[in-house]
């Protein structure tokens, strides 16, 4: 069987509304030998019914496991991929065409273990969904969105993959021990992945919220790394 360029992990967790879109969106990406590993965190929502349609494509593998968390499904999705790069998607994001391509152009040097693409708003004419589009991609990014992003397998294999310890912020967790390794992240602003950002202020401060827990733990795990600057420009991300 031939070694796939890119191997692409969807994590998926009630995700009925959005997850069929997100995996045509990969099905569609031209010009890379790719295999596409779903992995559905115990859905209760009916997602594993929309999963089954996938099911016969050769390019897609359908794994299913309890409800335990994000980064124990990550982990999943990279203990069956082939490829030396591993590409982790989110179920609710849906790719622009040519990603996978720009996605695999940027890894230009085996220094580079992180790249990194833009997580755009489907539904930017919504005010407050449009104004976290910009909080999140018109400041200098220091880290990769966990929604958006692909590792070097050397680098995940040094580093163990996701902390499945970790309550929240598990891919700047990441992220943050592949750096320490000595590997370099590339941010491609044109490896666009599309989601619905929340349309509420309330929506708002509770994703935030989730997000503040996870910093709070990374700031403690990383203080050597996390400089002001760094935790300036996440906190610009956040408010």
Request: hydrophobic share 40%; charged share 25%; net charge neutral.
């Amino acid at each position: 069987m031939t070694k796939p360029d890119v191997s692409v992990v969807i994590s998926c967790y009630n995700k009925r509304e959005t997850i069929a879109q997100s995996i045509r969106s990969v099905l569609l990406q031209e010009g890379v030998r790719f295999e596409l590993i779903v992995v559905d965190d115990g859905s209760t929502d009916g997602s594993n019914n929309i999963l089954d349609a996938f099911s016969t494509d050769e390019r897609v593998k359908i794994i299913r496991k309890d409800h335990n968390g994000i980064s124990a499904t990550k982990n999943i999705g990279l203990a069956n991929a082939r490829s030396d790069i591993v590409y982790f998607v989110d179920g609710d994001c849906v790719l622009d065409q040519n990603s996978l391509a720009r996605l695999l152009s940027s890894f230009t040097s085996p220094r580079i273990g992180c790249v990194g693409g833009a997580v755009r708003s489907i539904n930017k004419s919504n005010s407050i969904a449009n104004a976290i589009e910009l909080m999140q991609n018109e400041v200098e990014r220091k880290w990769p969105f966990g929604a958006n992003v692909a590792y070097r397998r050397e680098a995940l294999t040094r580093t163990g993959g996701f902390d499945e310890s970790a309550e929240a912020g598990e891919d700047v967790d990441l992220f943050l021990r592949v750096s320490k390794m000595g590997f370099d992240f590339i941010y491609n602003p044109a490896i666009v992945a599309r989601t619905v950002n929340p349309e509420s202020f309330s929506s708002f401060l509770n994703q935030r919220f989730h997000w503040g827990i996870g910093f709070a733990q990374l700031a403690e795990r990383h203080k050597e790394v996390l400089t002001t600057r760094i935790k300036l420009c996440f906190s610009l991300t956040l408010f």
